[in-house]
């Protein structure tokens, strides 16, 4: 799998391929970050079908194929920064998400995007168990969905998506924390209302629905001002937490005037 | 079986408690450096260190416990116990400050006091080491036994502050630390059920 380079390709060294696909948050194959490698090879990403409905134009089941077509794929090389205030930079290949939105055709009603990751309990082993409200849902407001940095991942490196990091197609939101970046897409749904987040359901005082990347806002138990960068090493130590993770140039116009205290 | 268990007990020299107690610290050294640590080393460093602590901890508590409801007694190893629950204890501390927060002191000062795990932690671990440093015989006679035993039930307090550290640093409410804290509150209730015999009963005199 290739991708063309993009301007928005941070220059930092990515983490490794091993790094990258050992050490995953997927609560869907259990809560410790070996389970997704451990347990991932049960889940069936082919056949796979995007149901995408709500208000668009041309509703329907879209292969991935359909949605990132090989000769659309670009390689983007982002920071990722977990809300539990460690980091990895990754080169994924994707398709921006905006070009989706455009080929399913949104209606002018529409203000926001809903995602939700496949619900299949007999592959997903962590869905046995009620520690999240299974299915995990996602959502972004339309004007961030259509900022040319969010994108739907296909591939890591040159190989298609290995299935612990989201397989067979994955949001990547890079100014938000990892949560925000669903995995296993099965459902894209344009609505008018803020659709649910699996997260900010769960304990709204902790996980908002922006979930920007802020280094002054913390999460109520533990600070977002640093970060551990993976593969540091021992005694690499840490580093700044970057405004909207470093993306503020290209986003942080979409929150002109909002308190991000109060919008976290 | 109760008279072979304490006979075995009374044989066993209390270094080979610290020799075995020290063996779960060999395991992490030798993971860390023939790399068998996962891919964020820091992390399991950290937290096989605490954990360790939490169940030599667990093992202190139960000694007494274990000599009221089924009379074998461990008393001499209670303090190698606490020691090495202690040393575990301190050497978490010291790779949370050295290798997770890369000595920046600041941060590290505003966490503990607005972060209700870290503050647990740290005043679990403040009691730790005051029951450390006065576990000898010396402090002991110095304090009085009276004394040193009241000080000394602060480890009902640090260990629930542990376990509910451990709890509130995580997501998703877990199982094995919730399970940790109904045991260490079992214990406690075990302690104040059964109370102390402070006399000896005598044979009373027809």
Known sequence: LTGKPSQFSTDEKPNSFEEITNYNNFYEFGTGKEDPARYADSLTTDPWSVEIGGLVDRPGSYGVDDLAPDNALEERIYRLRCVEAWSMVVPWIGVPLVSVLNKVGVQPSAKYVAFETLYRPEEMPGQNRPFLDWPYREGLRLDEAMNPLAILATGLYSDPLPNQNGAPIRLVVPWKYGFKSIKSVVKITLTDTQPVATWNALQPSEYGFYANVNPQVDHPRWSQATERKIGGGLFGGREETLMFNGYAEQVASLYAGMDLAKNY | ?206
Request: include cysteine; glycine fraction near 8%; charge should be positive.
């Open chain 2, 1 to 206: 079986m109760q008279r072979k268990l304490n006979d075995l007990f009374r044989r066993l020299p209390v270094w080979a408690v610290w020799a075995a107690g020290l063996i779960p610290l060999a395991l992490l050294v030798w993971d860390t450096f023939m790399g068998g640590l996962g891919i964020d080393p820091i992390r399991d460093i950290e937290h096989r260190l605490g954990r360790t602590a939490l169940y030599f901890l667990i093992a202190s508590l139960c000694v007494t416990p274990l000599l009221r409801v089924a009379g074998i007694s461990l008393m001499k190893f209670r303090r190698a116990l606490g020691l090495l629950a202690f040393t575990y204890a301190g050497l978490h501390v010291l790779s949370w400050l050295t290798m997770d927060m890369g000595f920046l002191w600041a941060q590290m000062g505003r966490d503990i006091i607005k972060r209700p795990y870290l503050l647990l932690g740290m005043v679990g671990f403040v009691i730790l080491l005051a029951l450390a440093v006065t576990s000898n015989n010396a402090s002991i006679r110095r304090m009085g036994g009276q004394a040193w035993r009241k000080l000394h039930k602060l480890v009902y307090l640090a260990a629930p502050l542990v376990a509910l550290h451990w709890i509130l640093a995580l997501k998703v409410f877990p199982v094995t630390p919730g399970f940790w804290l109904v045991v260490i509150l079992a214990l406690l209730g075990l302690r104040v059920a059964i109370p102390r015999p402070l006399k000896r009963s005598r044979p009373a005199r027809a």
